[in-house]
Nanobody, 115 residues
Framework: QVQLVESGGGLVQAGGSLRLSCAAS????????MGWYRQAPGRQRELVAR???????DYADSVKGRFTISRENAKNTVYLQMNSLKPEDTAVYFC?????????WGQGTQVTVSS
């Protein structure tokens, strides 16, 4: 069974930066993609960023140019560097892993950006 452990959330002022980490462990046979969704109160969960391979990443339009996703294959870990944070980035961020058996989700980490 695959488990995801997230870290790096917290409280930051607008314009600041945070780095989220998500480490996968367990029976990992193959990874199609890893990435992050987020969910703000009263809103649907939305894709923030995902990494499919070294040369293929996808970002939500709202975070392009501010967020960078990367992956360390040897550690099965994905990172989300978030710069120039805005209050509208406030949400619970969920890591995910898409494998041959479907999706695995992390427990979520709170990111709060104060104005």
């Amino acid at each position: 069974q695959v488990q995801l452990v997230e870290s790096g959330g917290g409280l930051v002022q607008a314009g600041g930066s945070l780095r989220l980490s998500c480490a996968a462990s367990g029976s990992i046979f193959s990874i199609n993609a890893m990435g992050w969704y987020r969910q703000a109160p009263g809103r649907q969960r939305e894709l923030v960023a995902r990494i499919i391979s070294a040369d293929r990443t996808d970002y939500a339009d709202s975070v392009k140019g501010r967020f960078t996703i990367s992956r360390e294959n040897a550690k099965n870990t994905v990172y989300l560097q978030m710069n120039s944070l805005k209050p509208e980035d406030t949400a619970v961020y969920f890591c995910f892993l898409a494998g041959i058996k479907g999706y695995v989700w992390g427990q979520g980490t709170q990111v709060t950006v104060s104005s």
